[in-house]
């Protein structure tokens, strides 16, 4: 069975992202790239809420033929465009590359998919995470900890409804400063 995958960074104090979006604290250097890259290969498909989808189409499409993108930057832009993608939103009726829209998180239907045969599903964004938790479909989490203290913005964990116990699965270093934290329940 596949399982889904809280996959996101956030800076030591909680935050995914800054004040006004701001996501230039994120320290991803080409061997934190490689990681990703490595591990979202493997993936079935990316799920996204609409802004985080909006996000990332609006660079990564076409990212691999920017002279300024580094090569693991093209290599993840191949891959965010061959992954199927399922956004869920309440305003979106369509989606382009290879992403299906979804208006509101249905437990069932993301525990077919979980049982349909492929790679697990990543999950991106805090309030679809949230979403995700309180419907108890999260089964992993790969926490990818910045060595910044933002100060404020978007946290990627809110007020939980309940303790939930998680088992450390690994953590690693990278030389940069950024620590994975992967945990599974």
């Keep these: 069975m596949r399982k889904v995958t809280v996959f996101m960074s956030m800076s030591l104090d909680g935050f995914i992202e800054g004040p006004g979006h701001d996501l230039d604290w994120h320290q991803v250097d080409e061997e934190v790239h490689r990681h990703f890259n490595d591990q979202l290969e493997a993936a079935g498909a990316f799920i996204n ?44 009726r369509r989606a382009d590359w290879n992403a299906t829209v979804r208006p509101a998180v249905d437990p069932a239907e993301v525990e077919a998919l979980k049982a349909e045969p492929g790679g697990d599903l990543t999950l991106g964004g805090a309030e679809l995470a949230a979403e995700f938790m309180r419907f108890d479909l999260v089964d992993e989490y ?16 809110g007020a939980a409804d309940g303790i939930r116990t998680l088992r450390l699965m690994e953590s690693h270093t990278f030389g940069n400063g950024v620590v994975l934290l992967h945990y599974r329940r």
């Design 49 to 92: 809420g609409r802004v985080m989808y909006e996000l990332m189409a609006a660079f990564w499409p076409t990212a691999d033929t920017d002279p300024a993108s580094t090569p693991q930057m093209a290599r993840f832009a191949r891959i965010w465009r061959e992954k199927p993608k399922i956004v869920y939103s309440r305003t979106l």
């Design 142 to 157: 790969r926490v990818y900890v910045h060595p910044v203290l933002v100060g404020g913005g978007k946290r990627l964990f």
